[in-house]
Every structure is written in structure tokens, then in C-alpha cells.
């Protein structure tokens, strides 16, 4: 459970205290801020209402620790980078830590609630951390992972499809898990909540983030073909969801799939497999990864392509920063892969995003010195030979193309990596537009 799901949660249970800790000063400011730290649509107004009443924030975590029933614990796991399993197994460090921490200071047993998403058995390695102690303590472990998707978090969390939450099938496992459940079920309906063992629910969040993962490069592997054929990606995706077996959702082609959670989740799957000795099957989750990547760098080539195989020192705006919209997060986000590569192609690339210009910028590291920042996209578009949509922004389809157009150098190119726009339109005021999945619009055969 993290900072955009807690006052959530509190608002809708006015019985209880939480505090959200965090050994991050800025962080515990800005959340006591008017500035929240997350930019998630409808979270300024819960947190406002919630804050200094059920809801507090503080940097004193052993504190906290010793005087909570339950624990939430969602530090994070980014993929490790070092040692065994490197690029691949999730880094459990801040989770030991965590562990620990929470044993040094506890004087009461406790529930301690798994919300990081972790690899299948490590409720077991913080059972055993906790359960090991001579203070005569006992702490129950739950996995109850998060399914909240972010720009959509607030109503994900007052609405969700369902709640999981994993337990240990003992007695004591099983009133630690129906405590989680009688918190859940203040807002959310009985039969959303579903409960199984430890296990069941720490694989279960993998396999979903694997499950969406793979709809988005199979829709995009597609959209490579679609574009040698002259089929159409938005077609053969509505043709195909309407099957109720296979539904409508998650099936937009695009640049590629971004985000903190996809990559690092299916690596993570992956490695399980190879541990476990499943070398086929760790193949097979793998290849939903190859093929995201592949359909990063496949756009950005389409680009170099179309464009006289040449971009060295062309101006190339591109909209839109965020790994979707309604985000200021740039993590894993296809925007960020995109610039690099034409940057090694030598353009002068500049990056425009309503939201997530300062996390662009962190994100790309020592690169982000060859790129120039640009908030306003007209500034941005102003004298490009092209413009390439990446984050699906909704004030990116209201912009102003005319205008757009008269102020870029010619031929001007759109790449539509969202196929957000109106590509007929933009045609017909004079774009060569590159869709995904689709046939190109261009002037340029003619001549
Ligand atoms: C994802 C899952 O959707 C959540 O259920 C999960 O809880 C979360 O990860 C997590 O593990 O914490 P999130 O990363 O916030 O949520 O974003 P998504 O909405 O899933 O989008 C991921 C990426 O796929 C974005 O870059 C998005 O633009 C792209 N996408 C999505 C497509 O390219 N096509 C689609 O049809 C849908």
C-alpha cells in the first residue's frame, strides 16, 4: 500500500490511525505540502480531507513501528543489478531491512501486510526474520498485492475488481487475514474480496502484470505485420475483442508498454522459472519483454527511415514524456528508450510533457544534457522536421496542427506511437503521418 492508497483507505475508515512513514524527508514534506509528491487525478482532495484527522505522515519509523497493529510494508524492489539473478530477480534488500526493523522494534505481536510485489516465497524468508526473535512475539504474514493501475489509482481503489489477500492456512493466519478482510469490506463488496494462500496471492500479482503485459506485445507484434500488409491494427483489434473470450481491453498498439511494474514483474517471473529449472517456460514470459523492446526501437527506425534515413541534427519534438498519461512517471517509459535512440542517431531532440518533464530529466541521466525540455508543444514543434507522439496525452489531440504545421521545417512528419490523433486531417493539412499498425499517409510518393 503506498502513498496514493493509504488516504483511500483512511477515508473510508475513520475508526482507525494511519500513518504513512518513510526515512525520505522531502518525500514526508511534500505530502504535508499542497505539492503531493504523486500526481494522481482526485488524490489532492483526499488527502486533504483525511490529513491531520485519521491520516499522519512522519519520518519516525521505529516509532510507528512500535505502536501499530498492522504493518503495511511497500518498500520497493527494483530488479537487482548485482550478483545472482542480476537484471532479472527482484532486489530484496530494503525488504530484509524492513524485516529487521520491524523486529528491533516491536514490544507487541503484529500483522505485517506484503504489498510490495515480491517473488513467490518471500512471505516465508519474512516469517521466518520476524518469527525468530526471544521476545516471545508472533507476526503473521499476509500478501495482499496492489492491483491499482497509476492515473487511474484513486478510482481503482474505491472500486476495485477485486481484493486479494493470501494467508497461512492456521488459525492465527486465518484472524490475521479476516482482520484485512473487515478493513477491506467498509467499501468494498464481500464477494470482491478473495482470499487463498500465501502463495497463490504472491504469484497471482506477477502472473496479472504477465497476463496484461503479453496482450500489449501480441497486439504489437501484430501491428509490425499490419504495417507489411496494409491490414489496420485498430481493426483487427476490434474485430478480434468482441470474442468475449478474448474482450476489448488492453489491446491498443502502441510504442510499447512502459511503468515500474511490467518489465521489472515478468524478469522477475522469468527468474523464478530458471530457478525453479523451467528454462522453456522462463522463455516464454521472457519474449513478452524482447518484443516491447523490439517495438521501441522498431518505431524510433520507422522514424530514421521515413525521414531519408537521416536525422543527424534535425529538430524532432517529442510529445509527450510519461509512460502513459495521466502521470508524471517516466520509469521504463517508451518516450525516454525512443529519445536515446535518436539521440545515438545524432538529433537534436527536444521533449515536451505536461507532467513529467523534472522525472524525463532524471531519468535520462547524463543524456539529459543533449536534450532541451520544453513545456509549451508549440514551442516544442516550432522549426521540427517531425513530431512523435508518445504519451497519450488528451491535450495533445486538442492542439492547434495548423498552426503546428506552418511552423515546422518541411516535409513535416507526424509518428503517431499512441495513434491518439486524427491522421486523415493531419494528412490533408500537409503531415506525412506514421500511425502504428497502419498505413502511412504521406505526400511524399507523389512527387
Ligand atoms: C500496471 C497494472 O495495469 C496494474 O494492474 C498493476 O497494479 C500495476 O501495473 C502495478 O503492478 O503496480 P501501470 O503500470 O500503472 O499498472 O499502468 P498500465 O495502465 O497497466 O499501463 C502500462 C503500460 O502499457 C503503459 O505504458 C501504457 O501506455 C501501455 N498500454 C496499456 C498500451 O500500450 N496499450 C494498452 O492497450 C494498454
Given at each position: 500500500?503506498?502513498g496514493?492508497?493509504?488516504?483511500?483507505?483512511?477515508?473510508?475508515c475513520p475508526?482507525?490511525?494511519?500513518?504513512?512513514v518513510d526515512?525520505n524527508?522531502?518525500?514526508i514534506a511534500a505530502?504535508q505540502?499542497?505539492?503531493?509528491?504523486i500526481?494522481?487525478?482526485?488524490?489532492?482532495d483526499?488527502v486533504?480531507?483525511?490529513?491531520?484527522v485519521?491520516?499522519?505522515f512522519s519520518?519516525d519509523v521505529?516509532?510507528?513501528?512500535?505502536?501499530?497493529d498492522?504493518i503495511f510494508?511497500?518498500v520497493?524492489?527494483p530488479t537487482?543489478?548485482f550478483?545472482q539473478?542480476?537484471?532479472k530477480?527482484a532486489?530484496l534488500q530494503?525488504w530484509e531491512?524492513?524485516?529487521r526493523?520491524?523486529?528491533r522494534n516491536?514490544t507487541?505481536s503484529k500483522?505485517?501486510?506484503?504489498?510490495?510485489t515480491?517473488?513467490?516465497r518471500?512471505?516465508e524468508a519474512?516469517?521466518?526474520?520476524l518469527n525468530?526473535?526471544?521476545?516471545g512475539?508472533?507476526f503473521d504474514?499476509l500478501?495482499?498485492?496492489?492491483?491499482l493501475?497509476?492515473?487511474?489509482?484513486v478510482?481503482?481503489?474505491?472500486n476495485?475488481?477485486?481484493?486479494?489477500?493470501?494467508g497461512?492456512?492456521?488459525?492465527?493466519?486465518?484472524?490475521?487475514?479476516?482482520t484485512l478482510?473487515e478493513l477491506y469490506a467498509t467499501w468494498?463488496?464481500?464477494?470482491?474480496?478473495?482470499?487463498?494462500n500465501?502463495?497463490?496471492s504472491e504469484?497471482s500479482k506477477?502472473v496479472?502484470?504477465?497476463?496484461?503485459?503479453?496482450r500489449?506485445s501480441?497486439?504489437?507484434?501484430?501491428?509490425?505485420l499490419?504495417?507489411k500488409?496494409e491490414?489496420?491494427?485498430s481493426?483487427?483489434?476490434?474485430?478480434?475483442?468482441?470474442?468475449?473470450r478474448?474482450?476489448?481491453?488492453?489491446?491498443?498498439?502502441?510504442?510499447?508498454?512502459?511503468?515500474?511494474?511490467?518489465?521489472?514483474?515478468i524478469?522477475?517471473?522469468v527468474?523464478?522459472?530458471?530457478?525453479y529449472g523451467l528454462?522453456?517456460?522462463?522463455r516464454?514470459?521472457?519474449q513478452?519483454v524482447?518484443?516491447?523492446?523490439?517495438?521501441?526501437?522498431?518505431?524510433a527506425?520507422n522514424?530514421?527511415h521515413?525521414m531519408f534515413?537521416?536525422?543527424a541534427?534535425k529538430r524532432?519534438?517529442?510529445f509527450?514524456?510519461a509512460f502513459k498519461a495521466n502521470t508524471?512517471?517516466?520509469?521504463e517509459s517508451p518516450?525516454l528508450e525512443v529519445?536515446?535512440v535518436?539521440?545515438d542517431?545524432?538529433?537534436a531532440?527536444?521533449?515536451?510533457?505536461?507532467?513529467?518533464l523534472?522525472n524525463?530529466r532524471?531519468d535520462l541521466?547524463?543524456?539529459?544534457?543533449?536534450?532541451?525540455?520544453?513545456?509549451?508543444p508549440y514551442?516544442?514543434a516550432?522549426?521540427a522536421?517531425?513530431?512523435?507522439i508518445?504519451t497519450?496525452?488528451?491535450?495533445?489531440?486538442?492542439?492547434?496542427?495548423?498552426?503546428?504545421?506552418a511552423?515546422m521545417?518541411?516535409?513535416?512528419?507526424?509518428?503517431?506511437g499512441r495513434?491518439?490523433?486524427?491522421h486523415?486531417?493531419l494528412?490533408?493539412l500537409g503531415f506525412?503521418?506514421?500511425?502504428?499498425?497502419k498505413p502511412a499517409l504521406?505526400?511524399l510518393?507523389?512527387?
Amino acid at each position: 500500500m503506498g502513498g496514493s492508497t493509504v488516504p483511500i483507505v483512511a477515508s473510508h475508515c475513520p475508526q482507525h490511525k494511519f500513518v504513512i512513514v518513510d526515512i525520505n524527508e522531502a518525500r514526508i514534506a511534500a505530502w504535508q505540502s499542497d505539492n503531493l509528491p504523486i500526481y494522481e487525478p482526485g488524490l489532492d482532495d483526499i488527502v486533504k480531507k483525511v490529513r491531520g484527522v485519521n491520516l499522519f505522515f512522519s519520518t519516525d519509523v521505529d516509532k510507528h513501528i512500535a505502536e501499530a497493529d498492522i504493518i503495511f510494508v511497500s518498500v520497493n524492489t527494483p530488479t537487482k543489478l548485482f550478483g545472482q539473478g542480476a537484471g532479472k530477480a527482484a532486489d530484496l534488500q530494503h525488504w530484509e531491512k524492513t524485516a529487521r526493523q520491524i523486529l528491533r522494534n516491536s514490544t507487541t505481536s503484529k500483522i505485517i501486510v506484503e504489498k510490495s510485489t515480491l517473488p513467490v516465497r518471500t512471505a516465508e524468508a519474512m516469517e521466518r526474520i520476524l518469527n525468530s526473535n526471544n521476545k516471545g512475539l508472533h507476526f503473521d504474514v499476509l500478501s495482499n498485492p496492489e492491483f491499482l493501475a497509476e492515473g487511474t489509482a484513486v478510482r481503482d481503489m474505491e472500486n476495485p475488481d477485486r481484493v486479494l489477500i493470501g494467508g497461512r492456512e492456521t488459525e492465527s493466519g486465518q484472524k490475521a487475514l479476516n482482520t484485512l478482510v473487515e478493513l477491506y469490506a467498509t467499501w468494498v463488496p464481500r464477494e470482491r474480496i478473495i482470499t487463498t494462500n500465501l502463495w497463490s496471492s504472491e504469484l497471482s500479482k506477477l502472473v496479472a502484470n504477465a497476463f496484461l503485459a503479453q496482450r500489449i506485445s501480441s497486439i504489437n507484434a501484430i501491428s509490425a505485420l499490419c504495417e507489411k500488409t496494409e491490414a489496420d491494427i485498430s481493426e483487427v483489434a476490434h474485430a478480434i475483442g468482441l470474442d468475449n473470450r478474448i474482450g476489448k481491453y488492453f489491446l491498443r498498439a502502441s510504442v510499447g508498454f512502459g511503468g515500474s511494474c511490467f518489465e521489472k514483474d515478468i524478469l522477475n517471473l522469468v527468474y523464478l522459472c530458471e530457478y525453479y529449472g523451467l528454462p522453456e517456460v522462463a522463455r516464454y514470459w521472457e519474449q513478452v519483454v524482447t518484443m516491447n523492446r523490439h517495438q521501441e526501437h522498431r518505431f524510433a527506425s520507422n522514424m530514421v527511415h521515413a525521414m531519408f534515413n537521416t536525422i543527424a541534427g534535425k529538430r524532432v519534438a517529442l510529445f509527450g514524456a510519461a509512460f502513459k498519461a495521466n502521470t508524471n512517471d517516466t520509469r521504463e517509459s517508451p518516450a525516454l528508450e525512443v529519445c536515446r535512440v535518436l539521440l545515438d542517431e545524432r538529433a537534436a531532440v527536444v521533449m515536451t510533457d505536461p507532467h513529467a518533464l523534472d522525472n524525463a530529466r532524471y531519468d535520462l541521466g547524463q543524456l539529459a544534457e543533449r536534450v532541451s525540455f520544453e513545456l509549451d508543444p508549440y514551442v516544442a514543434a516550432n522549426d521540427a522536421h517531425a513530431i512523435a507522439i508518445l504519451t497519450e496525452w488528451a491535450q495533445y489531440k486538442e492542439l492547434d496542427y495548423e498552426k503546428i504545421y506552418a511552423s515546422m521545417a518541411k516535409p513535416a512528419f507526424i509518428f503517431d506511437g499512441r495513434n491518439l490523433l486524427d491522421h486523415k486531417k493531419l494528412y490533408s493539412l500537409g503531415f506525412n503521418v506514421y500511425p502504428i499498425g497502419k498505413p502511412a499517409l504521406t505526400h511524399l510518393h507523389a512527387e
